[in-house]
């Protein structure tokens, strides 16, 4: 039997893969740490459960409106209005199982065949695939590790073309924890409006900012009246520790969103409907655990930071944002272990993960030679005892 030719045009999500050797290790007995999760270890919170246990003895286990409950799309615009100074309608809203549909759906409703999407490295790993399962071509565009990972607006102006119909942005940033600044959000989004692109604008870290005040970036087009064509999509999995709940939504100009509806109702019908029920009472309710979950972020951010910096040759930028963080180990490339060159880092975390049972993420895996991606999304404990173990791994090459 023959597999279809788009299957070999992607690559397989290998942050995934690195969870699954993980979790297989651990099922061997193997005392491993694991700093590849992009989840919280927090349970999601228990006013939000017992929402769901409600829904569940009422009966809301049918099917719901393809573009989600008609309730859970109005808390929706009630959030946004609320936290991200956004007016929508319900119309605007689809709910999609976990953003991540929401990112897949909308490249599939806005890209055509032969077109370009731009996208910046470092990325997270879905862009691209998203891009190219929609069949046009993911155009990557070099960052400014030392602004947060912002755009090098050079590069990227040497590589507009008539071809390029959109831009995929994600601030906070997986793999990097970076935020960008308002300033150069800005700048793209005039850069959009000129040339005719969609701004799909990945916020799903959107509650995880850690110094200074978010803001989308719909809300920079609007306040500054730059015109540009923006889909905001936002997720309830950081946030309120609800990644298996799979929710998440996209918010945008109504044609777009019809078109993804659309697309959605032939692939998956409706999201989860307990989940659904769930989420209007985490987007409504006490939000005080968010602030909880955030302030214990930050102080294993801190912490981890601090000790990737005491490891030699090791230099670890302050992410504000996410619960990522994204350290330069380039004075390690091309070194010997074990008996092995470490040629890129994807043979340093290997090396890291034989040598002393620790699972990190290479940077090359993102587009970004030299970084490996460590979560803090775990305990101080953990995070003490991981980075000491680092240390022991890197102190022999």
């Known amino acids: 039997m023959s597999i279809a030719k788009r299957v070999s045009k ?48 009422e009966g809301y286990t049918k099917y719901t409106a393809g573009p989600g ?6 808390a929706i615009c009630e959030k946004l209005n609320r936290e991200n100074g956004l007016s929508y309608e319900p119309k605007n809203i689809l709910v999609s199982n976990g953003e991540k549909q929401s990112l897949y759906n909308a490249c599939q409703a ?25 069949e046009a071509d993911p155009v990557l565009v070099d960052t400014i590790p030392d602004k947060n990972f912002e755009p090098d607006f050079d590069d990227l102006k040497s590589k507009i073309n008539s071809s390029v119909k959109g831009v995929i942005i994600n601030s906070p940033s997986n793999p990097t924890g970076g935020v960008w600044r308002d300033e150069a959000i800005i700048e793209l989004l005039k ?17 995880l900012v ?26 309830l999995s950081k946030t309120y520790a609800m990644t298996g709940w799979r929710i998440g939504y996209a918010a945008g100009p109504e044609d777009i969103i019809k078109a993804m509806s659309k697309i959605q109702g032939q692939a998956t019908s409706c999201a989860n409907s307990i989940g659904q029920k769930a989420s209007i009472e985490a987007l409504l309710g006490d939000q005080q655990c968010v602030e909880d979950m955030k302030g214990s972020f930050l102080k294993r951010r801190n912490l981890i930071v601090q000790l990737l910096n005491e490891l030699p040759g090791v230099k670890c930028p302050v992410p504000n944002g996410a619960f990522y963080v994204f350290p330069d180990f380039s004075y390690y490339l091309n070194r010997e272990a074990n008996g092995k060159l470490l040629k890129d880092t994807f043979d340093i975390s290997e090396y890291i993960l ?30 003490k005892e991981g980075m000491e173990r680092v240390k022991n791994a890197l102190e022999i090459i």
């Open 10 to 57: 992607i690559n397989p999500s290998f942050t995934l893969q690195m969870a699954t050797k993980a979790a297989d290790m651990r099922s061997r007995g193997i005392d491993v740490i694991n700093f590849s999760v992009g989840e919280p270890d927090f349970n999601t919170p228990k006013h939000i459960r017992d929402a769901a246990k409600k829904a569940l003895d």
């Open 69 to 74: 409950m008609l309730e859970l799309r109005e």
């Open 110 to 134: 806005i890209f055509n065949p032969d077109e370009s999407v731009i996208v910046f490295s470092p990325y997270w790993v879905s862009f691209p695939e998203f891009v190219k399962m929609a």
């Open 191 to 207: 850069l959009a409006k000129e040339h005719g692109w969609v701004v799909i604008s990945d916020e799903c870290y959107e509650r």
């Open 210 to 235: 850690y110094d200074g005040i978010f803001t989308s970036a719909e809300r920079l087009n609007k306040t500054h009246n730059i015109g540009a064509t923006v889909l905001t999509c936002m997720s």
């Open 354 to 383: 034989d040598a002393v049972q620790v699972v990190t993420v290479p940077g090359d895996g993102f587009g970004s030679s030299g970084h490996i991606r460590f979560s803090y999304a775990t305990s101080s404990k953990i995070i």
